[in-house]
Protein backbone atom coordinates (compact mmCIF):
# COMPACT_ATOMS: atom_id res chain seq x y z
CA UNK A 1 0.00 0.00 0.00
CA UNK A 2 1.17 3.31 -1.14
CA UNK A 3 1.54 5.96 1.85
CA UNK A 4 1.15 9.63 1.40
CA UNK A 5 2.67 12.11 3.70
CA UNK A 6 1.40 15.56 4.51
CA UNK A 7 2.40 18.47 6.27
CA UNK A 8 0.75 19.56 9.94
CA UNK A 9 -1.25 22.04 10.30
CA UNK A 10 -2.84 23.79 13.37
CA UNK A 11 -6.67 22.43 12.20
CA UNK A 12 -5.47 18.61 11.94
CA UNK A 13 -3.79 18.87 14.93
CA UNK A 14 -6.62 19.78 16.54
CA UNK A 15 -8.32 16.58 14.91
CA UNK A 16 -5.84 14.29 15.61
CA UNK A 17 -6.89 15.02 19.61
CA UNK A 18 -9.85 14.64 19.13
CA UNK A 19 -9.37 11.35 17.68
CA UNK A 20 -7.16 10.08 20.11
CA UNK A 21 -9.78 10.93 23.09
CA UNK A 22 -9.88 7.56 24.95
CA UNK A 23 -13.23 5.18 24.81
CA UNK A 24 -13.60 6.34 28.61
CA UNK A 25 -14.11 9.98 27.33
CA UNK A 26 -17.30 9.18 26.17
CA UNK A 27 -21.07 9.40 28.55
CA UNK A 28 -21.04 6.13 30.22
CA UNK A 29 -24.50 4.59 30.29
CA UNK A 30 -25.99 3.28 33.29
CA UNK A 31 -28.81 1.36 34.42
CA UNK A 32 -29.93 2.28 38.06
CA UNK A 33 -31.78 -0.67 39.50
CA UNK A 34 -34.14 -1.70 42.17
CA UNK A 35 -33.39 -4.83 43.60
CA UNK A 36 -35.49 -5.83 46.86
CA UNK A 37 -32.75 -6.07 49.02
CA UNK A 38 -29.31 -6.67 49.65
CA UNK A 39 -28.18 -10.20 48.98
CA UNK A 40 -26.98 -13.13 51.16
CA UNK A 41 -24.39 -14.12 49.28
CA UNK A 42 -22.86 -13.50 45.54
CA UNK A 43 -21.48 -17.13 45.73
CA UNK A 44 -24.01 -18.16 43.22
CA UNK A 45 -24.13 -21.79 44.68
CA UNK A 46 -25.64 -20.14 48.17
CA UNK A 47 -27.55 -18.22 46.46
CA UNK A 48 -31.56 -18.60 47.36
CA UNK A 49 -33.63 -14.92 46.89
CA UNK A 50 -35.01 -13.17 43.76
CA UNK A 51 -32.63 -10.28 44.67
CA UNK A 52 -29.78 -12.80 44.14
CA UNK A 53 -31.04 -14.34 41.36
CA UNK A 54 -30.89 -10.86 39.59
CA UNK A 55 -27.25 -10.35 40.03
CA UNK A 56 -26.60 -14.05 39.35
CA UNK A 57 -27.78 -13.09 35.98
CA UNK A 58 -25.96 -10.67 35.32
CA UNK A 59 -22.62 -11.56 36.57
CA UNK A 60 -22.94 -15.93 35.52
CA UNK A 61 -23.55 -17.30 32.59
CA UNK A 62 -24.62 -20.82 32.51
CA UNK A 63 -24.88 -23.54 30.08
CA UNK A 64 -28.56 -22.16 28.65
CA UNK A 65 -29.82 -18.47 29.71
CA UNK A 66 -33.47 -16.66 29.21
CA UNK A 67 -33.51 -13.96 26.14
CA UNK A 68 -35.88 -10.87 27.16
CA UNK A 69 -39.03 -13.02 26.60
CA UNK A 70 -38.04 -15.60 29.08
CA UNK A 71 -37.68 -17.82 26.24
CA UNK A 72 -34.61 -20.61 26.05
CA UNK A 73 -31.46 -19.38 24.35
CA UNK A 74 -27.83 -21.35 24.23
CA UNK A 75 -25.26 -19.20 26.51
CA UNK A 76 -22.30 -20.98 27.87
CA UNK A 77 -23.08 -24.07 25.02
CA UNK A 78 -23.52 -22.96 21.91
CA UNK A 79 -25.19 -26.17 21.15
CA UNK A 80 -26.28 -29.88 22.43
CA UNK A 81 -27.57 -32.83 21.74
CA UNK A 82 -29.82 -35.66 23.89
CA UNK A 83 -29.40 -39.33 23.54
CA UNK A 84 -32.55 -40.93 22.02
CA UNK A 85 -33.69 -42.45 25.33
CA UNK A 86 -33.06 -38.83 26.84
CA UNK A 87 -30.65 -39.98 29.77
CA UNK A 88 -27.75 -38.54 28.20
CA UNK A 89 -27.19 -35.02 27.47
CA UNK A 90 -23.90 -33.68 25.79
CA UNK A 91 -23.16 -29.75 25.56
CA UNK A 92 -20.96 -28.13 23.47
CA UNK A 93 -19.60 -25.08 24.80
CA UNK A 94 -18.41 -21.65 23.20
CA UNK A 95 -15.10 -21.26 21.57
CA UNK A 96 -14.63 -17.77 22.34
CA UNK A 97 -15.91 -18.60 25.79
CA UNK A 98 -14.08 -16.45 28.78
CA UNK A 99 -13.75 -15.93 32.28
CA UNK A 100 -13.10 -12.16 33.19
CA UNK A 101 -9.48 -12.52 33.77
CA UNK A 102 -9.37 -13.81 29.88
CA UNK A 103 -8.94 -17.42 30.69
CA UNK A 104 -11.29 -20.06 28.88
CA UNK A 105 -13.98 -21.57 30.36
CA UNK A 106 -14.01 -25.13 30.19
CA UNK A 107 -16.17 -28.09 30.29
CA UNK A 108 -14.06 -29.05 33.65
CA UNK A 109 -15.08 -25.57 35.20
CA UNK A 110 -18.79 -26.82 35.14
CA UNK A 111 -17.63 -30.43 36.28
CA UNK A 112 -16.16 -28.76 39.33
CA UNK A 113 -18.92 -26.27 39.84
CA UNK A 114 -21.59 -28.92 39.68
CA UNK A 115 -19.47 -31.25 42.05
CA UNK A 116 -19.61 -28.30 44.32
CA UNK A 117 -23.22 -27.90 44.37
CA UNK A 118 -24.10 -31.49 45.91
CA UNK A 119 -21.31 -31.74 48.00
CA UNK A 120 -22.57 -31.47 51.50
CA UNK A 121 -20.11 -29.10 52.95
CA UNK A 122 -21.21 -26.51 50.51
CA UNK A 123 -24.57 -26.42 52.25
CA UNK A 124 -26.47 -25.43 49.11
CA UNK A 125 -29.65 -24.29 49.74
CA UNK A 126 -30.27 -25.58 45.57
CA UNK A 127 -28.13 -28.51 45.77
CA UNK A 128 -31.54 -30.86 44.98
CA UNK A 129 -32.11 -29.07 42.38
CA UNK A 130 -29.55 -31.07 40.46
CA UNK A 131 -31.51 -34.26 41.88
CA UNK A 132 -32.01 -35.42 38.30
CA UNK A 133 -28.43 -35.96 37.76
CA UNK A 134 -27.20 -39.20 38.33
CA UNK A 135 -26.17 -39.81 41.77
CA UNK A 136 -26.80 -36.57 42.92
CA UNK A 137 -28.97 -37.04 46.04
CA UNK A 138 -26.81 -40.21 46.73
CA UNK A 139 -23.71 -37.42 46.75
CA UNK A 140 -25.78 -34.73 49.08
CA UNK A 141 -26.70 -37.37 51.37
CA UNK A 142 -23.28 -38.26 52.03
CA UNK A 143 -23.41 -42.20 50.38
CA UNK A 144 -21.11 -41.45 47.40
CA UNK A 145 -18.07 -38.96 46.74
CA UNK A 146 -18.81 -36.18 44.41
CA UNK A 147 -16.47 -37.74 41.64
CA UNK A 148 -19.05 -40.24 41.21
CA UNK A 149 -22.23 -37.06 39.81
CA UNK A 150 -22.89 -37.97 36.16
CA UNK A 151 -21.43 -35.06 34.64
CA UNK A 152 -18.03 -35.68 33.07
CA UNK A 153 -15.53 -33.28 30.30
CA UNK A 154 -14.82 -35.20 27.05
CA UNK A 155 -12.63 -32.82 25.86
CA UNK A 156 -12.50 -29.08 26.90
CA UNK A 157 -14.98 -27.99 25.66
CA UNK A 158 -17.70 -30.48 25.74
CA UNK A 159 -19.53 -31.99 28.99
CA UNK A 160 -21.69 -34.73 29.23
CA UNK A 161 -24.26 -35.35 31.95
CA UNK A 162 -25.75 -38.34 32.51
CA UNK A 163 -29.49 -38.30 34.29
CA UNK A 164 -31.14 -40.68 36.51
CA UNK A 165 -34.54 -40.20 34.37
CA UNK A 166 -35.72 -38.58 31.47
CA UNK A 167 -36.44 -35.33 32.79
CA UNK A 168 -38.55 -32.92 30.60
CA UNK A 169 -38.11 -29.87 32.57
CA UNK A 170 -34.12 -30.48 32.34
CA UNK A 171 -32.89 -27.89 30.13
CA UNK A 172 -35.24 -25.34 31.60
CA UNK A 173 -33.24 -25.79 34.78
CA UNK A 174 -30.17 -25.03 33.15
CA UNK A 175 -30.91 -21.94 33.45
CA UNK A 176 -30.86 -21.37 36.84
CA UNK A 177 -27.45 -19.70 39.04
CA UNK A 178 -27.12 -23.09 41.13
CA UNK A 179 -26.26 -24.45 37.72
CA UNK A 180 -23.50 -21.74 36.68
CA UNK A 181 -20.11 -21.95 36.84
CA UNK A 182 -17.62 -20.61 39.55
CA UNK A 183 -13.74 -21.02 38.39
CA UNK A 184 -11.91 -23.12 40.47
CA UNK A 185 -8.50 -21.17 40.47
CA UNK A 186 -10.80 -18.48 42.17
CA UNK A 187 -12.27 -20.41 44.91
CA UNK A 188 -8.78 -21.87 45.53
CA UNK A 189 -7.49 -18.61 45.71
CA UNK A 190 -9.35 -16.91 47.92
CA UNK A 191 -11.88 -19.34 49.50
CA UNK A 192 -15.25 -18.09 50.80
CA UNK A 193 -13.72 -13.97 49.70
CA UNK A 194 -13.64 -15.08 46.27
CA UNK A 195 -16.78 -13.43 45.93
CA UNK A 196 -15.72 -10.05 46.98
CA UNK A 197 -14.95 -6.80 44.32
CA UNK A 198 -11.53 -6.99 43.14
CA UNK A 199 -11.61 -11.16 43.48
CA UNK A 200 -14.01 -12.38 41.69
CA UNK A 201 -13.74 -13.92 38.84
CA UNK A 202 -17.28 -14.55 36.63
CA UNK A 203 -18.00 -14.97 32.92
CA UNK A 204 -21.38 -13.64 32.53
CA UNK A 205 -21.96 -9.89 30.76
CA UNK A 206 -20.86 -7.86 33.36
CA UNK A 207 -18.24 -7.83 36.47
CA UNK A 208 -18.65 -6.64 39.84
CA UNK A 209 -16.90 -3.75 41.34
CA UNK A 210 -18.46 -2.64 44.14
CA UNK A 211 -20.16 -4.14 46.60
CA UNK A 212 -21.64 -1.38 50.23
CA UNK A 213 -23.91 -3.16 52.10
CA UNK A 214 -26.99 -1.30 52.60
CA UNK A 215 -26.23 1.46 49.96
CA UNK A 216 -25.62 -0.45 46.10
CA UNK A 217 -23.86 -3.09 44.35
CA UNK A 218 -21.91 -1.91 41.18
CA UNK A 219 -21.49 -4.41 37.75
CA UNK A 220 -19.13 -2.92 35.01
CA UNK A 221 -19.51 -4.33 31.31
CA UNK A 222 -17.68 -7.53 30.84
CA UNK A 223 -15.31 -7.24 28.15
CA UNK A 224 -14.52 -11.03 28.05
CA UNK A 225 -18.14 -12.32 27.74
CA UNK A 226 -18.75 -13.88 24.32
CA UNK A 227 -21.34 -11.57 23.27
CA UNK A 228 -20.27 -8.28 24.89
CA UNK A 229 -20.64 -6.60 21.52
CA UNK A 230 -24.30 -7.05 22.15
CA UNK A 231 -24.33 -5.46 25.91
CA UNK A 232 -25.54 -1.93 25.51
CA UNK A 233 -25.27 -0.84 28.95
CA UNK A 234 -21.68 -0.25 30.23
CA UNK A 235 -22.58 -0.07 34.20
CA UNK A 236 -25.72 -1.13 36.51
CA UNK A 237 -25.98 0.04 39.82
CA UNK A 238 -28.26 -2.05 41.96
CA UNK A 239 -30.10 -0.63 45.10
CA UNK A 240 -32.18 -2.76 48.06
CA UNK A 241 -35.34 -1.13 47.81
CA UNK A 242 -37.07 -3.16 50.76
CA UNK A 243 -38.51 -0.05 51.14
CA UNK A 244 -40.99 0.52 48.35
CA UNK A 245 -42.64 3.80 49.56
CA UNK A 246 -38.96 5.18 49.19
CA UNK A 247 -38.37 3.30 46.13
CA UNK A 248 -41.34 5.07 44.34
CA UNK A 249 -39.84 8.21 45.64
CA UNK A 250 -37.05 7.86 44.20
CA UNK A 251 -38.07 6.19 40.90
CA UNK A 252 -40.36 9.20 40.50
CA UNK A 253 -37.24 11.78 41.24
CA UNK A 254 -35.08 9.65 38.38
CA UNK A 255 -32.99 8.06 40.87
CA UNK A 256 -33.98 4.65 40.12
CA UNK A 257 -34.54 3.13 36.34
CA UNK A 258 -36.40 0.52 37.74
CA UNK A 259 -38.03 -1.19 40.81
CA UNK A 260 -39.92 -4.68 41.15
CA UNK A 261 -42.31 -3.50 43.73
CA UNK A 262 -43.97 -0.75 44.87
CA UNK A 263 -46.85 -0.72 47.36
CA UNK A 264 -49.68 -2.25 46.25
CA UNK A 265 -52.34 0.10 48.34
CA UNK A 266 -51.33 2.98 45.93
CA UNK A 267 -51.86 1.75 42.86
CA UNK A 268 -54.42 3.72 41.23
CA UNK A 269 -52.72 6.60 42.12
CA UNK A 270 -49.55 5.40 40.49
CA UNK A 271 -50.94 4.10 37.61
CA UNK A 272 -52.44 7.83 37.26
CA UNK A 273 -49.17 9.45 38.15
CA UNK A 274 -46.93 6.96 35.57
CA UNK A 275 -48.98 5.41 33.18
CA UNK A 276 -47.25 2.68 31.35
CA UNK A 277 -44.37 3.08 33.67
CA UNK A 278 -46.43 0.93 36.00
CA UNK A 279 -46.47 -2.67 34.80
CA UNK A 280 -48.91 -5.42 36.15
CA UNK A 281 -49.14 -9.19 34.96
CA UNK A 282 -49.55 -12.32 35.64
CA UNK A 283 -46.66 -14.09 37.23
CA UNK A 284 -45.95 -17.92 38.07
CA UNK A 285 -45.57 -16.51 41.83
CA UNK A 286 -47.09 -17.78 45.25
CA UNK A 287 -47.03 -15.68 48.23
CA UNK A 288 -47.88 -18.08 51.21
CA UNK A 289 -47.12 -18.68 54.86
CA UNK A 290 -45.35 -21.69 56.53
CA UNK A 291 -45.94 -23.28 59.76
CA UNK A 292 -43.43 -24.90 61.68
CA UNK A 293 -44.86 -28.36 61.11
CA UNK A 294 -42.16 -30.19 63.35
CA UNK A 295 -43.44 -28.10 66.44
CA UNK A 296 -46.55 -28.40 68.71
CA UNK A 297 -49.31 -27.32 68.31
CA UNK A 298 -48.55 -26.29 64.61
CA UNK A 299 -47.48 -30.11 64.03
CA UNK A 300 -51.71 -30.91 64.07
CA UNK A 301 -52.85 -30.39 60.55
CA UNK A 302 -55.91 -30.07 61.83
CA UNK A 303 -55.34 -26.57 63.08
CA UNK A 304 -53.18 -25.32 60.59
CA UNK A 305 -56.20 -26.14 58.52
CA UNK A 306 -58.41 -24.10 60.48
CA UNK A 307 -55.80 -21.12 60.67
CA UNK A 308 -55.96 -21.21 56.89
CA UNK A 309 -59.52 -21.43 56.38
CA UNK A 310 -60.01 -18.18 58.53
CA UNK A 311 -58.15 -16.05 56.05
CA UNK A 312 -60.02 -14.37 53.99
CA UNK A 313 -58.03 -14.63 50.93
CA UNK A 314 -60.50 -12.67 48.83
CA UNK A 315 -59.85 -9.62 51.08
CA UNK A 316 -56.27 -10.08 51.20
CA UNK A 317 -56.35 -9.95 47.24
CA UNK A 318 -58.73 -7.33 46.69
CA UNK A 319 -58.41 -4.91 49.23
CA UNK A 320 -54.87 -5.16 50.81
CA UNK A 321 -53.34 -5.87 47.51
CA UNK A 322 -55.19 -3.69 45.05
CA UNK A 323 -56.03 -6.48 43.18
CA UNK A 324 -52.78 -6.98 41.61
CA UNK A 325 -53.07 -10.54 43.38
CA UNK A 326 -55.58 -13.39 42.88
CA UNK A 327 -56.72 -15.57 45.79
CA UNK A 328 -54.86 -19.12 45.78
CA UNK A 329 -55.84 -22.37 46.96
CA UNK A 330 -53.67 -24.21 45.70
CA UNK A 331 -49.27 -24.07 45.76
CA UNK A 332 -48.68 -24.53 42.40
CA UNK A 333 -50.63 -21.67 40.33
CA UNK A 334 -52.31 -21.59 36.97
CA UNK A 335 -50.78 -21.14 33.61
CA UNK A 336 -48.55 -24.31 33.66
CA UNK A 337 -48.94 -26.56 30.54
CA UNK A 338 -50.60 -29.52 31.12
CA UNK A 339 -51.16 -29.20 35.20
CA UNK A 340 -54.14 -29.30 36.84
CA UNK A 341 -53.73 -27.99 40.10
CA UNK A 342 -54.92 -29.68 43.74
CA UNK A 343 -56.87 -27.10 45.44
CA UNK A 344 -58.00 -26.61 49.29
CA UNK A 345 -61.18 -28.42 50.02
CA UNK A 346 -62.45 -25.61 50.81
CA UNK A 347 -61.59 -23.49 47.93
CA UNK A 348 -65.49 -23.54 46.36
CA UNK A 349 -66.81 -22.31 50.30
CA UNK A 350 -67.85 -18.83 50.88
CA UNK A 351 -66.05 -17.11 53.94
CA UNK A 352 -68.68 -17.94 56.27
CA UNK A 353 -68.78 -21.33 55.69
CA UNK A 354 -65.56 -21.69 55.64
CA UNK A 355 -64.91 -19.63 59.54
CA UNK A 356 -67.36 -22.45 60.68
CA UNK A 357 -65.75 -25.24 59.88
CA UNK A 358 -63.05 -23.71 61.72
CA UNK A 359 -64.38 -23.25 64.21
CA UNK A 360 -66.23 -26.54 65.24
CA UNK A 361 -62.24 -27.90 64.87
CA UNK A 362 -60.95 -25.11 66.98
CA UNK A 363 -63.35 -25.97 69.32
CA UNK A 364 -62.66 -29.88 69.27
CA UNK A 365 -58.78 -28.52 69.66
CA UNK A 366 -59.79 -26.39 73.13
CA UNK A 367 -58.91 -23.13 71.59
CA UNK A 368 -61.56 -20.41 72.13
CA UNK A 369 -62.27 -16.67 72.05
CA UNK A 370 -62.15 -17.20 75.96
CA UNK A 371 -59.07 -20.00 75.81
CA UNK A 372 -56.98 -18.09 73.06
CA UNK A 373 -53.87 -20.09 71.34
CA UNK A 374 -50.43 -18.08 71.07
CA UNK A 375 -48.91 -17.63 67.42
CA UNK A 376 -46.08 -15.82 65.95
CA UNK A 377 -46.08 -14.39 62.73
CA UNK A 378 -42.66 -13.55 61.37
CA UNK A 379 -42.27 -11.78 58.01
CA UNK A 380 -39.54 -9.76 55.89
CA UNK A 381 -40.39 -5.90 56.64
CA UNK A 382 -42.08 -4.19 53.30
CA UNK A 383 -45.07 -2.37 53.07
CA UNK A 384 -46.72 -4.71 51.73
CA UNK A 385 -46.04 -7.10 54.10
CA UNK A 386 -47.06 -5.41 57.12
CA UNK A 387 -50.38 -4.86 55.60
CA UNK A 388 -50.95 -8.73 54.98
CA UNK A 389 -50.05 -9.37 58.70
CA UNK A 390 -51.72 -6.60 59.97
CA UNK A 391 -55.06 -7.91 58.16
CA UNK A 392 -54.39 -11.49 59.10
CA UNK A 393 -53.82 -11.03 62.56
CA UNK A 394 -57.23 -8.91 62.89
CA UNK A 395 -58.55 -12.34 61.14
CA UNK A 396 -57.94 -14.90 63.70
CA UNK A 397 -57.93 -12.50 66.60
CA UNK A 398 -62.12 -13.25 67.22
CA UNK A 399 -61.29 -17.19 66.44
CA UNK A 400 -58.65 -17.28 69.39
CA UNK A 401 -55.51 -16.95 67.63
CA UNK A 402 -53.69 -14.71 69.58
CA UNK A 403 -51.17 -13.07 66.95
CA UNK A 404 -48.03 -11.57 67.61
CA UNK A 405 -46.18 -9.79 64.99
CA UNK A 406 -42.37 -9.91 63.98
CA UNK A 407 -40.47 -8.08 61.48
CA UNK A 408 -37.06 -8.48 59.81
CA UNK A 409 -34.88 -7.57 56.84
CA UNK A 410 -35.63 -9.98 54.21
CA UNK A 411 -31.50 -11.22 54.34
CA UNK A 412 -31.95 -11.96 58.51
CA UNK A 413 -35.59 -13.29 57.66
CA UNK A 414 -34.98 -15.68 55.18
CA UNK A 415 -31.51 -16.47 57.37
CA UNK A 416 -33.03 -17.33 60.38
CA UNK A 417 -35.37 -19.79 58.22
CA UNK A 418 -32.47 -21.34 56.41
CA UNK A 419 -31.64 -22.18 59.71
CA UNK A 420 -34.26 -23.34 60.92
CA UNK A 421 -35.59 -21.52 63.60
CA UNK A 422 -37.84 -21.87 66.25
CA UNK A 423 -41.18 -19.73 64.60
CA UNK A 424 -44.85 -20.55 64.45
CA UNK A 425 -45.84 -19.31 61.22
CA UNK A 426 -43.72 -17.13 59.00
CA UNK A 427 -43.93 -15.39 55.45
CA UNK A 428 -42.44 -16.88 52.39
CA UNK A 429 -43.09 -16.37 48.50
CA UNK A 430 -41.87 -18.77 45.57
CA UNK A 431 -41.39 -17.73 42.03
CA UNK A 432 -41.23 -20.25 38.99
CA UNK A 433 -37.16 -21.05 38.21
CA UNK A 434 -38.89 -22.68 35.25
CA UNK A 435 -42.04 -23.75 34.57
CA UNK A 436 -43.16 -27.09 35.73
CA UNK A 437 -45.00 -27.91 39.31
CA UNK A 438 -41.97 -29.64 40.42
CA UNK A 439 -40.52 -26.53 41.45
CA UNK A 440 -43.01 -25.74 43.60
CA UNK A 441 -44.02 -28.91 45.01
CA UNK A 442 -40.06 -29.97 45.55
CA UNK A 443 -40.12 -27.25 48.54
CA UNK A 444 -42.03 -29.89 50.57
CA UNK A 445 -39.78 -32.79 49.93
CA UNK A 446 -38.33 -34.15 53.24
CA UNK A 447 -34.57 -32.25 53.79
CA UNK A 448 -34.30 -30.20 50.30
CA UNK A 449 -32.48 -27.11 51.63
CA UNK A 450 -35.95 -24.79 50.22
CA UNK A 451 -38.17 -26.73 53.02
CA UNK A 452 -38.29 -24.76 55.21
CA UNK A 453 -41.74 -25.82 57.32
CA UNK A 454 -39.44 -28.94 57.71
CA UNK A 455 -42.74 -30.73 56.41
CA UNK A 456 -41.95 -34.72 55.87
CA UNK A 457 -44.25 -37.15 54.34
CA UNK A 458 -42.45 -40.47 53.35
CA UNK A 459 -46.12 -40.57 51.10
CA UNK A 460 -45.47 -37.72 49.50
CA UNK A 461 -41.80 -38.28 48.57
CA UNK A 462 -42.76 -41.56 47.30
CA UNK A 463 -44.88 -39.22 44.99
CA UNK A 464 -42.59 -37.10 44.24
CA UNK A 465 -39.70 -39.62 43.00
CA UNK A 466 -42.68 -41.30 41.15
CA UNK A 467 -43.03 -38.54 39.14
CA UNK A 468 -39.38 -38.05 38.77
CA UNK A 469 -39.04 -41.76 36.88
CA UNK A 470 -42.10 -41.09 34.86
CA UNK A 471 -41.45 -41.09 31.14
CA UNK A 472 -44.89 -40.51 30.23
CA UNK A 473 -45.66 -36.36 30.51
CA UNK A 474 -49.86 -36.86 31.11
CA UNK A 475 -48.67 -39.84 33.95
CA UNK A 476 -46.10 -37.83 35.23
CA UNK A 477 -48.54 -34.45 35.73
CA UNK A 478 -51.65 -36.82 37.19
CA UNK A 479 -48.79 -37.81 39.90
CA UNK A 480 -47.51 -34.27 40.35
CA UNK A 481 -50.90 -33.63 41.16
CA UNK A 482 -51.61 -36.46 43.66
CA UNK A 483 -48.67 -34.86 45.49
CA UNK A 484 -50.29 -31.42 45.47
CA UNK A 485 -53.10 -32.64 46.76
CA UNK A 486 -51.54 -35.12 49.83
CA UNK A 487 -48.64 -32.39 50.80
CA UNK A 488 -50.21 -29.14 50.31
CA UNK A 489 -54.32 -29.71 49.74
CA UNK A 490 -54.17 -32.46 52.83
CA UNK A 491 -51.14 -31.49 55.18
CA UNK A 492 -50.26 -27.67 54.35
CA UNK A 493 -46.49 -28.32 54.03
CA UNK A 494 -46.92 -24.84 52.95
CA UNK A 495 -50.14 -22.58 53.20
CA UNK A 496 -50.98 -20.73 49.54
CA UNK A 497 -52.45 -17.08 50.12
CA UNK A 498 -51.98 -15.27 46.81
CA UNK A 499 -51.19 -15.95 43.21
CA UNK A 500 -48.27 -12.87 42.25
CA UNK A 501 -48.75 -10.43 39.54
CA UNK A 502 -45.50 -9.11 38.87
CA UNK A 503 -45.41 -5.24 40.01
CA UNK A 504 -42.56 -3.40 38.64
CA UNK A 505 -41.80 0.34 37.69
CA UNK A 506 -39.92 0.70 34.76
CA UNK A 507 -38.69 4.34 33.31
CA UNK A 508 -39.55 5.33 30.03
CA UNK A 509 -35.81 5.57 29.37
CA UNK A 510 -35.67 1.44 29.67
CA UNK A 511 -35.82 -0.27 26.26
CA UNK A 512 -35.72 -4.22 26.49
CA UNK A 513 -37.85 -4.63 29.60
CA UNK A 514 -40.73 -7.65 28.01
CA UNK A 515 -43.18 -8.03 30.25
CA UNK A 516 -42.90 -12.18 31.03
CA UNK A 517 -44.30 -14.68 33.16
CA UNK A 518 -41.38 -15.32 34.48
CA UNK A 519 -40.48 -11.31 35.53
CA UNK A 520 -37.21 -12.26 34.93
CA UNK A 521 -35.05 -9.22 32.94
CA UNK A 522 -31.21 -9.84 32.32
CA UNK A 523 -29.76 -6.79 31.94
CA UNK A 524 -27.35 -7.09 28.87
CA UNK A 525 -30.71 -7.37 26.68
CA UNK A 526 -32.08 -4.22 28.11
CA UNK A 527 -30.63 -0.66 27.02
CA UNK A 528 -31.39 2.86 27.86
CA UNK A 529 -32.52 5.97 25.62
Not at 436 to 453: I, V, Y
Amino acid sequence: MQHRFLRSTPSMLALLAVLALPAAGFAETVLNRGNLDDPESLDPHRTSTLAEANLMRDLFSGLIGLDADARLVPDAAESWTVSDDGLVYTFTLRADGKWSDGSPVTAQDFVFSWQRVVTPETAAEYAYMLAPVKNASEITAGKLPPEDLGIRALDDHRVEVTLNAPTPYFLKMLTHQSTYPVQSANVAKFGAAFTKPGNLVSNGAYTLTDFVPNDHITLTKNPEFWDAAGVAIDRIDYYPTADTAAAVKRFEAGELDTNRDFPTSQTEDLRAKFGDQLRVGPTLGTYYYGFKTDKAPWSDPALRQAISMLIDREFLSQKVWQDTMLPAYSFVPPGIEGYQSALLDYATLGQIDREDAATEILTGLGITPESPIKLELRYNTSDNNTNTAVAVQEMLAPFGIDVSLVNLDTKSHYGYLEQKGDYDMARAAWFADYADPENFLSLCTSGTGNNMTNYASPEFDALMAEAAAEADPKARMQTLHQAEALGVARDLCVMPLMFYSYHNLVSDRVEGWNDNVLDVHPSRFLSVK
